[in-house]
């Protein structure tokens, strides 16, 4: 409709041009100009407009299939029984890992292998104690060490604590934070309707501020949970250290621990903190991405990535983050395989390690599938839970995003059919620098953050169904991607980031 009033626009522009007498010369050149390039625009639009008549049968019975035959639920409660402790370099990580391709392989899938990564390996430990102490009253307080923290002197630290709310406050007030702990207590923003990035205004929190309070002389990093719920469950979460500066142990606090704490700070009462953890950080593991494909007809060297991460935090099942975006690829390959279906390009699943606490698996892969970079057409990862289906985030270019957003037409009936400028995904990150074009899954997020990196991301917290419909959301837009006569347009070459 929009481009019938543009062109019928440009000829009424034209027809006047021609009838007005005192209308100058360049009148009617000049609206012929215009009514060139409306048309021209209109050529590029309708040349960038798929006809995905050819396909919308097969998607409509992937996507029933999913719902009505679908196996993502059952592999994800087996993976959340065999390994539901799976922090990279732990035994539950091995064991997801052949979990992985046992799995691959009996789903079908041809060149089924191990790819190896070096990762960091960090035990919890089994004590995390913190307690409000004045005189013999003690009142102890839920939390989880960070991943990658120091642990404290045996027998624990005693200390005075300071709150503030950002660096700029610490930085204000760094005389007062010498030899006590800093909590960091900013909330997670309720207003911002996107929790991701609510999440995005509060993580530097847990990711730098052991950092930025021993620059400051703390003695301890206690930081608020990254969930808008309240209630006493903390939420563990990477974090960094400065090469070259002190490391002082660093912790999640549950919401409503931080309301409890900052409340009795804010009343003036006089106590301390006594923080004590066992947690230790041993030398890298040998460990590795799972990798199986669907090998393409007539073009198997270009090939389309689908992938979730396959490690998980030490607490709960990983059962949204991301057993479920490894169930997610992994049904949608074997959903597509159902069917009979080859499309003309390679289905390549990556189910990688890692992502939670170094990236060592996406950068693994990137590294030894360099040569290939300019044969990946595109890759999809999912890790925002197992919730229902809203569309997909993509850093296509505009002309690929609305090729996109024509095939998720075809899923619309799954919740999916949004497609919208975004991030693809930490995992697939590496990949923008050789121009690949990056999907992520976008499911619902209001709910996610209750559960993520913490004792509630648990297999009873998936709902089937929900679950289902983003397998088969996933396994209509890959499809058709891997099938379509001409691949997509590669996106700009990146530069790299620095490290």
Same mark, same amino acid.
Do not use: K
């Given at each position: 409709m929009r481009r019938a009033l543009c062109i019928c626009a440009s000829l009424a522009l034209a027809l006047q041009g021609c009838r007005a007498p005192s209308a100058p010369d360049n009148a009617q050149p000049a609206a012929s100009a215009s009514a060139d390039a409306n048309a021209s625009a209109d050529a590029r639009e309708a040349a960038n407009t798929l006809d995905l008549g050819p396909w919308r049968e097969n998607v409509d019975g992937l996507i029933t299939d999913a719902l009505a035959k679908g196996r993502s639920y059952a592999m994800l409660e087996e993976l959340c029984r065999v390994a539901p402790l799976r922090l990279s370099g732990s035994k539950g990580a091995e064991r997801a890992v052949a979990w992985a391709e046992a799995t691959m392989r009996a789903i079908g899938l041809e060149n089924v292998r191990l790819e190896p990564c070096l990762v960091p390996h960090w035990e919890r430990g089994s004590i995390e104690r913190l307690e409000m102490r004045e005189l013999d009253a003690r009142e102890n307080l839920r939390i989880l060490a960070l991943g990658g923290s120091v642990a404290t002197p045996k027998g624990g630290l005693r200390a005075g604590v300071i709150e503030v709310k950002s660096f700029e406050e610490l930085e204000q007030r760094a005389d007062e934070a010498r030899g006590k702990f800093v909590f960091f207590n900013r909330p997670m923003d309720p207003g911002n309707h996107d929790c991701f990035a609510a999440y995005g205004g509060a993580v530097d929190q847990r990711s730098a501020?052991?950092? *930025?309070?021993? *620059?400051?002389?703390? #003695?301890?990093?206690? #930081?608020?949970?990254?969930?808008?719920?309240?209630?006493?469950?903390? /939420?563990?979460?990477?974090?960094?250290?400065?090469?070259?500066?002190?490391?002082?142990? =660093?912790?999640?606090?549950?919401?409503?621990?931080?309301? *409890?704490?900052?409340?009795?700070?804010?009343?003036?009462?006089?106590?301390?903190?006594? &923080?004590? &953890?066992?947690?230790?950080?041993?030398?890298?593991?040998?460990? /590795?991405? #799972?990798?199986?494909?669907? $090998?393409?007809?007539?073009?198997? /060297?270009?090939?389309?990535? #689908?992938?979730?991460?396959?490690?998980?935090?030490?607490?709960? /099942?990983?059962?949204?983050?991301?057993?479920?975006?490894? $169930?997610?690829? &992994?049904?949608?390959?074997?959903?597509? &395989? =159902? *069917?009979?279906l080859r499309p003309r390009r390679t289905i390549r699943v990556v189910l990688f390690m890692n992502e939670e606490n170094g990236t060592r698996g996406a950068r693994a892969y990137y590294a030894d599938h360099a040569s290939e970079m300019e044969h990946h057409v595109l890759a999809l990862e999912s890790d925002a839970g197992g919730f229902t289906p809203r569309g997909f985030s993509t850093d296509a270019s505009a002309p690929v995003l609305r090729q996109l957003s024509d095939v998720a037409e075809l899923v619309a009936r799954t919740g999916a059919n949004n497609v919208f400028p975004g991030w693809g995904g930490v995992d697939i990150g590496p990949m923008a620098a050789s121009g690949v074009v990056l999907v992520g899954y976008r499911p619902d997020d209001e709910r996610y953050f209750d559960h993520h990196h913490s004792e509630r991301d648990t297999i009873d917290q998936v709902h089937p169904r929900e679950l289902a419909h983003g397998a088969g959301a996933i396994a209509g837009l890959i499809y058709v991607v891997a099938d379509l006569p001409e691949r997509l347009a590669r996106n700009p070459l990146k530069a790299q980031p620095q490290r």
């Open positions: 501020g052991a950092m *930025r309070a021993a *620059r400051a002389g703390a #003695v301890g990093a206690i #930081v608020r949970s990254m969930t808008m719920r309240l209630d006493d469950s903390p /939420h563990t979460g990477a974090m960094n250290y400065a090469a070259d500066g002190p490391r002082i142990p =660093a912790v999640a606090i549950s919401t409503l621990g931080a309301e *409890r704490l900052s409340q009795r700070i804010a009343a003036g009462e006089r106590f301390e903190l006594e &923080l004590e &953890l066992d947690c230790r950080t041993l030398p890298d593991a040998p460990s /590795h991405n #799972v990798v199986g494909e669907i $090998v393409g007809r007539e073009a198997p /060297h270009e090939i389309v990535v #689908v992938g979730g991460h396959l490690d998980a935090w030490d607490v709960g /099942h990983g059962a949204h983050d991301d057993g479920a975006g490894c $169930v997610h690829a &992994l049904e949608a390959a074997r959903l597509i &395989l =159902a *069917r009979g």
